[in-house]
């Protein structure tokens, strides 16, 4: 068994108020195995997490308020999009955990990267809504040159922030196969790999300053682009599709 958390922060779980802090600074043990460190303590670190983002909810308010303020004033096209299911946003990224997930810096709750929905919108534009190169240029950009269409981080609704993280499993039944490339077999022992996914209503919006159509349109892409392919990961198995309220 390895220690992962310096002794000085072992209790400071109960007062966390940043579920982000929780869970890159207070996993307190790790199983040191074959299976690339499955840690013991990771059911009671998410309920950490859990605990500390619905004490975040009172600030996080605030700050909610202030950011719809400003997308008015930008013109926004703005709506509420309802999960379906279960959402998970950064499952690959790198941290003390097998499993990640994206969660704002400031205010320890999760949200969804405004560069996220605009590869999302951008992808589904081309493949599914057939759009031109011209206008798929003007609302997205290129390379060298940016569209006239913003795609802002979508923030969670501060009346879903108490029950917005949840336990969540994910079992491999081959994972020699994803890991070393070796050949699956009956043999094979599952080995079940716990993570937090989101629950609830997000806040999306979409600016155009310059060209007055452009955010209608750009949102009505995002719009069905969430309901038909789901952002995020695990979209294969459902994960990630969500809906206007």
């Given amino acids: 068994m390895i220690e992962a958390c310096r ?11 940043h579920a982000g802090m929780v869970l890159a600074y207070l996993l307190r043990h790790q199983k040191d195995g074959p299976t690339g460190g499955i840690a013991d303590d990771r059911g009671s670190l998410f309920k950490a997490a859990i605990r500390a983002a619905k004490a975040s909810q009172g600030i996080y308010a605030l700050a909610l308020r202030r950011w719809q303020a400003e997308v008015r004033l930008l013109g926004s096209s703005a709506k509420t999009v ?21 969660i704002h810096r400031t205010y ?6 405004g560069s996220a929905l605009k590869g999302l919108a951008s992808h589904y534009a081309l493949q599914e809504a057939a759009l031109d190169k011209e206008r798929h240029k003007l609302l997205f950009g290129e390379t060298d040159d940016s569209g006239y269409v913003v795609f802002h981080d979508a923030w969670i609704s501060d009346s879903s922030v108490p029950a917005c993280l949840a336990a969540d499993v994910m079992t491999p039944h081959h994972s020699k196969y994803y890991s070393e490339s070796a050949a699956p077999l009956d043999s094979d022992t599952p080995i079940p790999v716990p993570f937090l996914s989101v629950t609830g209503e997000f806040h999306v919006a979409v600016t155009s300053p310059d060209w007055p159509d452009g955010a209608a349109i750009g949102m009505n892409l995002l719009l069905a682009a969430l309901r038909d392919w789901g952002v995020g990961g695990k979209t294969s198995s459902g994960y990630g599709r969500m809906y206007a309220i």
């Fill in 7 to 17: 002794k000085a922060l072992m209790d400071r779980r109960g007062t966390a108020e």
């Fill in 82 to 102: 309802e999960i379906r299911g279960r959402l998970i946003v950064g499952l690959g990224d790198k941290g003390v955990l097998e499993t990640g997930i994206t």
């Fill in 108 to 113: 320890g709750l999760p949200y969804i990267p």
